[in-house]
């Protein structure tokens, strides 16, 4: 850029407000409505830094930069967090407010939220069938399918862990990433050694504890957002045509990295 064209940068300019803040359409003339699609439209910008930064923390771990690593997953799970708290914002509409507007959305739900499920895929937690919810031969959809063909961040950890030189199980470093990840006592038991040795092996032992806060930080937004669906609908279906509440809760044993779990009970 210019120094001219620098010097002529305003606030609203560099972070395009008019577009930003001309994003929101409600389509009816309930007041809550705006907050919803806020509510919403954040999230997806807080999922958006949030994939940027798992990228970089899958290129790191795959360098072995171990330690770099550390910052780009703490940001994650400050993200979050942040969200997380976004859903008391959203507790605060009644099931009347939410009525008032809810015929509007159709047949659309955060189900169909492809960022969400890039980020899930990121971490470990691949399901194929959320690829029907994207239309064929859109960059959502594309984002998703890579998404789903490359190694996950749970996959580059232990690839790092095998790379120094700890026993990771084969079926576990060579494998369809496309899969849904199967728990290996084997790569278990890798891990294991790193707990039980941290300071020896202190950048695989940071590596694992900040994987955790990612698996944590995401449990708790599940059990915020169960909660706040149940405040607001109860048990009525989703728009989406999910069980609401009921499949909600499904999701909540879900773990990206689950022999970082399991292993606690062995130690």
């Known amino acids: ?144 399918m890579a998404a789903l063909e490359a190694p996950s961040l749970w996959d580059e950890a232990n690839a790092a862990l095998a790379r120094g030189g700890f026993p990771v199980p084969r079926e576990a470093l060579e494998r369809d990433w496309r899969e849904p990840y199967t728990p290996s006592a084997g790569v278990e038991a890798a891990w294991t050694e790193v707990y039980r040795d941290p300071h020896r092996h202190w950048p695989f032992y940071q590596l694992a504890e900040k994987l955790v806060d990612l698996d944590d930080a995401l449990t708790a937004w599940r059990q915020k957002h169960v909660l706040t669906v149940e405040r607001i609908i109860g048990a009525k279906r989703g728009t989406g045509g999910t069980a609401g509440v009921a499949y909600l809760q499904t999701t909540l044993p879900k773990r990206a990295f689950p022999e970082l779990w399991s292993l606690r009970t062995r130690l």
Do not use: N
């Open 1 to 144: 850029m210019a120094g001219g064209d620098a010097k002529a940068m305003t606030y609203g300019g560099y972070l395009a407000l008019d577009v930003l803040l001309g994003a929101q359409h409600p389509l009816s003339d309930q007041p809550d409505e705006l907050l919803f699609i806020i509510i919403h439209q954040t999230k997806e910008l807080w999922l958006k830094q949030a994939i940027a930064e798992l990228a970089s923390s899958a290129s790191l771990i795959r360098a072995d930069r171990l330690v770099e690593v550390h910052k780009s997953l703490s940001r994650v799970s400050r993200i979050q967090a942040v969200m997380t708290l976004s859903w008391d914002v959203l507790a605060t509409m009644t099931p009347s407010d939410y009525s008032g507007f809810r015929e509007v959305l159709g047949t659309s739900s955060g189900f169909q939220s492809a960022q969400f499920r890039e980020f899930e895929y990121r971490l470990g937690l691949k399901e194929g069938g959320h690829l029907k919810f994207q239309e064929e031969g859109s960059g959502a959809y594309a984002a998703l």
